[in-house]
Every structure is written in C-alpha cells, then in structure tokens.
C-alpha cells in the first residue's frame, strides 16, 4: 500500500526555522517525483514545487522560490521542504503528494502537517 | 502560466441531485488534468486523472469529461459523503495549477 507520512504539527515564533518531512513507503521512493502542496486557513490548493528523489533535481512554483528549499534522502524514503526564517503568513497546512513523472498526474497525499507561526 | 478558472466557486444541492463543475485552462492542456476531492480536515483524495479516467475505488456516479481547454466533473445522483470541495490540477505546464475549488453544500 502506498503511503506518505508527514511529520508531526509544529507551532514557531516568527524568524525560527522549520524542516518538514514526508516519508514514503509501499514503493520505489526514488522512482516517483515528490510534490508540495500549501493550503492556508480557509483557503484553497497552491503548488509550491515538485522534486525527484533520484537526483533530487527540484522546479519551484515562482511564489515560493527562494522562500523555501527543497530536498529528499532516497536512502531514507524521505522528502524535506524547509524554510530558514519563517513568517506568521507561513501558518498554513502543507501537504506532499506523490507524483508519476515531471508532468505525471499526483495521485497520493500525506496527511498534511499544519503549521502555526505566531509570537 | 496556465491559469485554472473553476466554476462556481461554491453550489447547494440536493442528495439525489446531479451536478456539473467546470475548469477552463488558460490554453489547451490536452488532458492533462485531475480532479480532487477535500472533506473538512482531511486531506484531498484524487477522483479523476487523465481527465476523464477514474481513480480505482471512486464511485461510478463521479465522471470527468474534456480536453484541451474545458473540463467537467460531474456527480449523478449526490450522496450525503460527496459534500465537500472540489479541485482541478493541470499538470500539463509548470508551474502546475490549481483551480480555485468548488464548495458543494447540502441545501
């Protein structure tokens, strides 16, 4: 059974940092493209960008380039996205989801990790 | 980029009835489009890909329908567990998109 696990929720001050994680199990990790998904309170889907494991070359949706960075351990079945100083207009659910190729449909998503940045 | 616009936003509707939602891409996408079920906490569930393949264990009464640039989902016969929100994704271009959702409510 394929499965994406996420890490657990986090709560954050203002400027702290946060990696994120999403573990996939059930089949080739490295085989599949790893996409990451925002969903802030309320509101709908937006496309964050997308990372293969096998080489761990990655593509960013404009909105999110330079605001957080990507990475995977195949060796682990694990992909990563982190932010170096986070904003409170961070606080949204993140979601990774499993993809077939670079322009593969996405088929299964991790259970989301909700973000709360606040002072 | 490719911009999704999906309508309507939100629709009541009755069980039993039978609804239709669109997305219109911005240029042709052949049918590289995928539509995507929320519930209320949960995370989305993908309905159809290829727009108008239906993922293994959805329901016969969901069907897609379209290509290049206009898509339908469509629910026969609405039961009380389809309410929920409803979302297209192109993945046909990057950066892939979203359509902005369909929130389908019991009237």
């Known amino acids: 059974e394929v499965q994406l696990v996420q890490s657990g929720a986090e709560v954050k001050k203002p400027g702290e940092s946060l990696k994120m994680s999403c573990k996939g199990s059930?089949?080739?990790?490295?085989?599949?493209?790893i996409v990451w998904v925002r969903q802030m309170p309320g509101k709908g889907l937006e496309w964050m960008g997308t990372?293969?494991?096998?080489?761990?070359?990655?593509r960013y949706s404009p909105s999110f380039q330079g605001q957080v960075t990507m990475s995977a351990d195949k060796s682990i079945s694990t992909a990563y996205v982190q932010w170096s100083s986070l904003k409170a207009s961070d606080t949204a659910m993140y979601y990774c989801?499993?993809?077939?190729?670079?322009?593969?449909?996405?088929?299964?998503w991790g259970q989301g990790t909700l973000v709360t940045v606040s002072s | 980029d490719i911009q999704m616009t999906q309508s309507p936003s939100s629709l009541s509707a009755s069980v039993g009835d039978r609804v239709t939602i669109t997305c219109r891409a911005s240029?042709?996408?052949?049918?590289?489009l995928s539509w995507y079920q929320q519930k209320p906490g949960k995370a989305p569930k993908r309905l159809i890909f290829a727009a108008s393949s239906l993922q293994s264990g959805v329901p016969s009464r969901f069907s897609g329908s379209g290509s290049g640039t206009e898509f339908t989902l469509s629910i026969g016969s609405l039961q009380p567990e389809d309410f929920a929100a409803y979302y297209c994704l192109q993945h046909n271009s990057y950066p892939i998109t979203f359509g902005q959702g369909t929130r389908l409510e019991i009237k």
């Open positions: 059930g089949y080739s990790f490295s085989s599949y493209w």
């Open positions: 989801v499993r993809q077939s190729g670079w322009y593969g449909p996405p088929d299964y």
């Open positions: 240029q042709g996408i052949r049918n590289d």
């Open positions: 990372i293969y494991p096998g080489d761990s070359d990655t």
